[in-house]
């Protein structure tokens, strides 16, 4: 004779396997990188090699990403982005849609001005397996030129589709990381060409006679519950000004 289920109980346990495991019922995703960024002369200056490593969190409507003493979140339900210097103690805040043209001081702005900026993602259709994922190659070539001075930007990234998240999601992140920077904000839309999580990047730029290059590779991904706090400000850091263009300190 089959027994009858006792609703009673079942209902309430339900209940509390929600509460005691939410992991279950809500978990965001952590992605681990690690960045290896070769010696560069630059201006007379020679700054050394050195290895970063990366976490990036990615919930439903919060995004942070930390690489070496600096941090971006992006809190759409404040319409806030943070960029947290941990070096420093400082942070500072840019509001949503990021309209960066009312932060900028009239130098800057005369000089984006005279700032020409072209942009080509090309699709290579070359694939490759990296890790456990299968990936496909992009190329970004970006040309910067002010008043006078040729700067050029070169990105090989392979993206893959198989770490199981909202890519929806991590694109309109990645958007808004992107527009931070104000020569990025004519070619933003070329950038929406890319498809798939960035697994690993060549980034080379030239500019003024030096040559920065780093290789960023993801280690891990994994789904879990973020810690209390990874989308919130530190305690005790002091707001400062963003400065999208700090060369012109």
Known sequence: MRKKTNLWITVPLCVLSIILFPALAKADFLIK????????????????????????????????????????????????IYIIDHSQNT?????????????LPPEAQQILQMTQVTANV???????????????????EVIISVMGMNGALNIEMWTSKDL???LDVYSRFYMDTLL?????KGVSEEFQKLEGYPVLTRFS??????????????TSVEKKSAPA?????????????????????
């Open 33 to 80: 990188s690690v960045r290896n960024t070769e010696e560069v002369t630059f201006m007379g200056m020679t700054q050394p090699a050195k290895t970063e490593m990366g976490q990036t969190w990615i919930a439903k409507n919060k995004f942070r990403i930390n690489m070496g003493e600096h941090s971006k979140i992006i809190r759409p339900d404040l319409k806030k």
């Open 91 to 103: 942070y500072s805040e840019i509001d949503l849609p990021v309209d960066l043209e009312k932060l």
């Open 122 to 140: 090309t699709d290579s259709s070359e694939v490759q397996k990296i890790k456990t994922w299968n990936c496909k190659k992009f190329m970004v």
């Open 164 to 166: 199981r998240m909202n």
């Open 180 to 184: 931070l920077n104000p020569l990025f």
């Open 205 to 218: 730029m030239t500019m003024m006679g030096g040559e920065i290059q780093y290789l960023e590779e993801v």
């Open 229 to 249: 706090g990874t989308y919130d400000l530190p305690q005790g850091y002091v707001k400062t000004t963003y400065n999208p263009l700090p060369w012109l300190k």
